[in-house]
Nanobody, 124 residues
């Protein structure tokens, strides 16, 4: 089970950190990702991380502004979001899947488990 938190209403240029806490099996055996869905749009990948945290992937729209990280001892994945823009407004979802390699998964269909979503609203 995944529990996302940390969303809220901020102004453009502000920062937020999202957290995704996993319960159940040790999280170190899972690759993870953050996706987002804006109103009327499809769910898109924001960032992904492999099971060890040693490899990451970012959507072009967030490169240089967002950082995905994980603490397997705490069973938690984070998304640090800096220099937020109004176009970052969306519901953000964390996702996870069992992983047997260091591969970073970037397709939503790759993921088995999803959190409930946390709303991020960026005002201009």
């Amino acid at each position: 089970q995944l529990q996302a938190s940390g969303g809220g209403l901020v102004q453009a240029g502000d920062s937020l950190r999202l957290s995704c806490a996993a319960s159940g099996r040790p999280f170190g055996g899972y690759a993870a990702g953050w996706f987002r869905q804006a109103p009327g749009k499809e769910r898109d990948l924001v960032a992904a991380i492999n099971r060890s945290g040693g490899d990451t992937y970012y959507a072009d729209s967030v490169k240089g502004r967002f950082t995905i990280s994980r603490d397997n001892a705490k069973n938690t994945v984070y998304l640090q979001m800096n220099s937020l823009k109004p176009e970052d407004t969306a519901v953000y979802y964390c996702a996870a899947r069992p992983a047997w390699s260091g591969y970073v998964h970037i397709r939503s269909n790759d993921y088995n488990y999803w959190g409930q979503g946390t709303l991020v609203t960026v005002s201009s």
